[in-house]
């Protein structure tokens, strides 16, 4: 309580008595009083100019608010800047790895059409080989012939 209002008797409060005070008294008492003492606690400054402070604060709480939001608005959208960017730039990667697929395709085609060609050749030395194993055996044949005819020859001479 204040020490300016202890020789004045409430107006909540009726004269003494010796009598308990009950709850709603004093709670009356209490919101009758509660602006005079916030008053006082506030270096001494009536409601008024203590409201008006409040008010100038939350105003300019309101307004910091305001541009966290905007600032916050900002880093938003940069970041969302950024992120564009960085699609861009998967979408370059996705695109060389593409080009880079499709090389190795054609190296794939490459080595398919080599591999071909080897087995070409692979046929052809088969086939040439062939050829000379038949003429190894028909010359063995003619010279083994040769030979006995000859032989017979000079046993019958």
């Known amino acids: 309580m204040s020490t300016a209002n202890t020789n004045q008797q409430p107006a909540a409060f009726p004269p003494p008595e010796n009598h308990p005070l009950t709850l709603e008294e004093i709670s009356g008492h209490v919101r009758a009083h509660m602006g005079e003492w916030l008053a006082e606690q506030s270096f001494a400054k009536p409601p008024a100019v203590y409201e008006v402070e409040l008010r100038e604060r939350m105003i300019r709480l309101e307004e910091e608010l305001k541009h966290q939001r905007e600032l916050m608005k900002q880093g938003f959208d940069l970041m969302e800047k950024r992120f564009g960017m960085v699609d861009k730039r998967f979408e370059m990667v996705d695109r060389r790895f ?28 088969e086939e040439t080989n062939r050829r000379i194993d038949r003429f190894m055996l028909w010359s063995l044949g003619a010279i083994m012939s040769a030979s006995f005819f000859v032989i017979g020859v000079l046993k019958l001479w």
């Open 98 to 125: 593409e080009d880079m697929n499709k090389r190795f395709e054609m190296v794939d085609k490459r080595f398919d059409d080599i591999n071909k060609r080897f087995e070409d050749v692979n046929k052809r030395f």
